[in-house]
């Protein structure tokens, strides 16, 4: 296992184009290297009698702990080659935390200094995890995208105001090419391209555009899923191209009221909805069933998975991606719900 581990660390240097220098002695001289090429496991339990194994692609296995550690690393280094950053520059983003966490980890390896915008409903555990990785946080009302207080539009505010680099998850190319270049491969190769669907949430479309993309291009018939929770907009976006009504729910990071201009619904076969409840419970299993130790988005996106392996329209293994970790959940009351529950097994 550890030989494969350094094979894949030297083909993370070369997806993302770091420098090969040749006479170097530890083969990942830093931090950044590690992102990428993480397992994809087959669930044992959950889902064990379905004709079709499901598989998860276990980005919350990342240094940063999530799947956007990848956008942040491209964003920078694409930022770089432009020429639009310069040594020890401020970026600023507006995050939910994932990417806030990956950007940090990111400055501090590459000497940039990093500002994040979150909502208020984010929670306390991703607000106190990023300013104790140095980021200056600041905190926005939970305000809609037509409004001024509305994070993204503060993180872009704030960037013209201060000169700053907007590192624009929600519109920045390098975000879907990034999941094109890597995840989307990644998933192909480790299942030998024997795979009858892809299931992903989007929060600002990158991930399941740039693999939806990669996939597509390789093989048409394989099924792309949107999992949405209920209350966000986008499965109707995919179905009817209407947004669908805006409602409240608690799973973070995935579902929108807008758009996301990431979000390529061309490579999008079909969406499925799927309530907190379910995305909680099975969260809860991943975690207890399975020991893959993930957020809120995993179970919706396992959930829509199961749904789509239960229907029987494909044949072969169904994959789902797990997005983070479960410790910036912790003060949750859903997660903290889960040791009860835990009692009745
Ligand atoms: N899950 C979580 C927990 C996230 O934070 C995000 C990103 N906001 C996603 C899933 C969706 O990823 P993407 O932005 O690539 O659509």
Redesign the pocket.
Known sequence: MSEERHGAGTSRVAAFGAAASGNVAPRIRTIVETIGCTPLVQLQRIGRDLEVPIYVKCEHLNPGG???DRIALAIVLDAEERGVLKPGATLVEAT?G?TGMGLALVAAARGYKLVCVMPEKMSQDKRDALSIVGAEVIITKNAPPSSPDNFQNVARRLAEEHGWFLTD?FENAANPCVHERTTGPEIYEQTGGALGAFVA????????SGVGRFLKSKDPSIRIVLADPAGSGLAEWVKRREMGPDGAYTV???GSSKVPGNLDVTVIDEAETVTDEESFEMTRRLIVEEGLYV?G?SGTAVAAALRVAERGEVRLPVVALL??AWDRYRSKPWMKDFSAKNKGI
């Open positions: 999530s799947v956007k939910a994932n998850q949430g989007a929060g600002t479309g990158g991930t399941i973070e990071g995935i957020g988005s997005a983070d």
